[in-house]
C-alpha cells in the first residue's frame, strides 16, 4: 500500500529493494519516500559516466543530516563527532550494507601524518569507502587529497579479494559545473552535499526538484555528440 502510490515503476523497484536489503518496517519505508531516498540517489547517479570505478546506486546527494542537531557556527570536528555520537542513523542515512571501520585514519606518506575523517566498508560491494568531510563549498583541490587517500587505501589496506577502495567527499555545498568536468567518478571519487536541517516537506520536494533537472540535464549533455564526432 506505500508503494502503490509512487508515480513510476522505478521508484517502487528501488523502494523494494531498499525494504528487502535493510529489512525495513512500513513506518522506516514511508520515511524513506517521505525523505526522498529515491530522487536523492538518482542526483548521485547522475555523476557516473563511461568508465565510472563508483558502482551505481551507491551514494546520495544530498545528505539529509538534520538527526546530528547541528546549527550554523559548526567546525569540521563538531560535525565528525556528531556523526560517530549518532553513528547508527548516519550509516542508514549514507545506505545499505555500510560499516564502520575507523575515524581519523592515519596515514603516513613522505614521513609525513594524513588523516582521513572516516573509513567505512561497503559489505555487498566488498570494498572500503573513504568519506572526507568538508564545512564549505566543494574546492577542486579535494579531489587531489581523495586521490592521495584512496591510492594509499589501496596499497596499504585493501585485503585478499576485495575491490579498489572508493571515496566520498561531503561537502556543505557541491559546485557542479566543476564536479562535472573533473569526471571523478572515474578514479572512484562521489562528491554529495549534505543539509544539517530538514527544509518544510514542500521546499524540500522543489529544491530536489531543482537539483534532479540540472542532473538530467548534465546527463543530456554528456550524451550529446561532441563536435568533430561521426
Known amino acids: 500500500m506505500a508503494l502503490l502510490p509512487l508515480k513510476s515503476d522505478e521508484a517502487r523497484k528501488f523502494y523494494a529493494s531498499h525494504v528487502a536489503?535493510?529489512?525495513?518496517?512500513?513506518?522506516?519505508?514511508?520515511?524513506?519516500?517521505g525523505r526522498k531516498a529515491y530522487e536523492r540517489r538518482e542526483i548521485a547517479d547522475s555523476q557516473l559516466g563511461p568508465g565510472s570505478m563508483v558502482p551505481a546506486d551507491t551514494?546520495?546527494?544530498?545528505?539529509?543530516?538534520?538527526?546530528?542537531?547541528?546549527?550554523d557556527g559548526y567546525l569540521e570536528?563538531?560535525?565528525?563527532?556528531?556523526?560517530?555520537?549518532?553513528?547508527?542513523a548516519f550509516l542508514l542515512e549514507v545506505g545499505t550494507g555500510f560499516t564502520f571501520v575507523e575515524r581519523q585514519k592515519r596515514m603516513v606518506i613522505d614521513g609525513k601524518d594524513f588523516h582521513l575523517d572516516l573509513l567505512l566498508?561497503?559489505?555487498?560491494?566488498?570494498?572500503?569507502?573513504a568519506v572526507e568531510l568538508k564545512i564549505?563549498?566543494?574546492d577542486a583541490r579535494d579531489e587531489g587529497q581523495m586521490?592521495?587517500?584512496?591510492?594509499?587505501?589501496?596499497?596499504?589496506?585493501?585485503?585478499?579479494?576485495?575491490?579498489t577502495p572508493i571515496g566520498l567527499i561531503l561537502?556543505?555545498?557541491?559546485?557542479?559545473?566543476?564536479?562535472?568536468?573533473?569526471?571523478?567518478?572515474?578514479?572512484?571519487?562521489?562528491?554529495?552535499?549534505?543539509?544539517?536541517?530538514?527544509?518544510?516537506?514542500?521546499?524540500?520536494?522543489?529544491?530536489?526538484?531543482?537539483?534532479?533537472r540540472g542532473a538530467r540535464e548534465r546527463l543530456t549533455r554528456r550524451e550529446l555528440p561532441s563536435e568533430g564526432d561521426d
Request: hydrophobic share 40%; charged share 30%; with cysteine.
Open 21 to 33: 536489503a535493510g529489512r525495513l518496517t512500513v513506518r522506516e519505508l514511508k520515511s524513506a519516500i
Open 59 to 71: 551514494f546520495s546527494d544530498p545528505y539529509l543530516l538534520d538527526f546530528l542537531g547541528l546549527h
Open 77 to 88: 570536528a563538531d560535525l565528525e563527532a556528531a556523526i560517530l555520537r549518532d553513528l547508527e
Open 121 to 129: 566498508y561497503h559489505r555487498p560491494l566488498k570494498r572500503l569507502v
Open 136 to 138: 564549505g563549498e566543494f
Open 147 to 163: 586521490k592521495l587517500y584512496l591510492k594509499w587505501l589501496n596499497r596499504h589496506e585493501r585485503h585478499d579479494g576485495e575491490e
Open 171 to 212: 561537502c556543505a555545498e557541491a559546485s557542479r559545473e566543476q564536479i562535472e568536468l573533473l569526471e571523478m567518478h572515474k578514479d572512484g571519487i562521489v562528491v554529495a552535499e549534505y543539509w544539517t536541517a530538514l527544509p518544510p516537506k514542500h521546499e524540500l520536494e522543489q529544491r530536489l526538484q531543482v537539483m534532479l
